[in-house]
């Protein structure tokens, strides 16, 4: 199922944000240190990372009980949901350690933006987070904003930008940035997309099922476009890559990887253009990475050929 949109703000907001995050950048002296010193910018912020273990069921609902009733049953309620806590009155940060390395990196720099963002502070004094959104609009909006603070901070400004514009336009090179910012590949790969300057377009598959009487499908979280790649032609809208989608023969199916793989793509004129698609298995999820194997133009338009691989 396609995720709903985790990160978009208008652009006045996302000014505010991101010079937040580069406040933070500054104070940690983080600028230029990879990986990414997270540990520093949580430090610099005056918060700290609570000890390991609060995510045992018990202990994390002896926690929230012990604030108020209204949290202790936010929490009981979502309990299976929870990846991390901001708890504002003891400037601490909760994070469930069960999940990667690197998500519990980003989900530490989503807290501290929800400490570091006045707003967010000022009217929670308990912030949850969840892996569904929270349903008031403000909690989606404060969502936003922490998401794209920790991008900010995790990827140094545009120094991840700068890095994948000189890096081949493979996919490798997303994986190879992932290990140099301490990220996971499913953030370096959204980030590769929608900061290059060259047109290109990830999608971000779940893991592929094998479904008895029916060929191999994979559903789609997300997609990322280039800017110059969603000037063209948009934003793809597919939600599951079938054996009748154009994409297909790039799952790698009883494999790690797909090697560049030639595929045809029509623009809005019915003209058809040569690509490439990649893809790799993070074993979370399938990361599909198409280009087109000449420069874009003014005249040339990417679009997929409907959802079939038909001409």
């Not at 240190?33 to 018990?58: C, H, Q």
């Not at 793989?261 to 029509?266: C, F, I, K, Q």
């Not at 999820?285 to 050929?305: C, G, Q, R």
Request: charged share 25%.
């Amino acid at each position: 199922m396609r995720k709903e949109d985790d990160s978009s703000l208008l652009p006045a907001e996302l000014r505010a944000v991101e010079e937040r995050a580069r406040q933070s950048l500054d104070k940690a002296a983080a600028w230029g240190r990879f990986p990414t010193p997270v540990d520093d910018i949580v430090s610099a912020a005056k918060l700290r990372v609570a000890p390991k273990g609060l995510f045992d069921p018990e202990r994390l609902l002896a926690y929230a009980k012990a604030k108020t009733a209204k949290v202790f049953f936010a929490v009981k309620t979502a309990l299976s949901k929870i990846l991390g806590l901001y708890d504002a009155s003891e400037q601490i940060i909760h994070i469930d350690e069960s999940v990667g390395l690197s998500k519990q990196k980003f989900l530490t720099l989503h807290e501290t933006g929800h400490h570091e963002l006045p707003a967010h502070r000022k009217i929670f004094t308990f912030f949850q987070d969840c892996e569904q959104t929270l349903s008031p609009d403000i909690a989606h909006q404060f969502e936003r904003e922490a998401n794209n603070f920790a991008r900010y901070a995790l990827f140094q400004g545009d120094s991840y930008l700068k890095l994948a514009a000189d890096s081949p336009m493979s996919i490798k090179s997303p994986i190879n940035l992932a290990k140099k910012f301490g990220s996971s590949n499913y953030a370096s790969a959204r980030e590769f997309a929608r900061t290059n300057h060259r047109s290109c377009v990830v999608y971000v598959l779940e893991q592929i099922e094998f479904i008895p009487g029916r060929s191999a499908s994979a559903a789609v979280r997300r997609i990322e476009t280039s800017p110059s790649f969603e000037q063209y032609f948009g934003c793809p809208s597919d939600v599951l890559i079938d054996k009748e989608h154009a994409l297909f023969p790039l799952l790698p199916i009883g494999r790690k990887m797909t090697r560049p793989t030639s595929l045809v793509y029509r623009d809005k004129n019915g003209d058809q253009h040569e690509c490439l698609g990649e893809a790799f298995d993070t074993t979370h999820n399938i990361l599909l990475l198409i280009y087109p194997v000449k420069a874009l133009t003014a005249m040339s338009i990417l679009v997929p050929a409907g959802y079939t691989t038909e001409s």
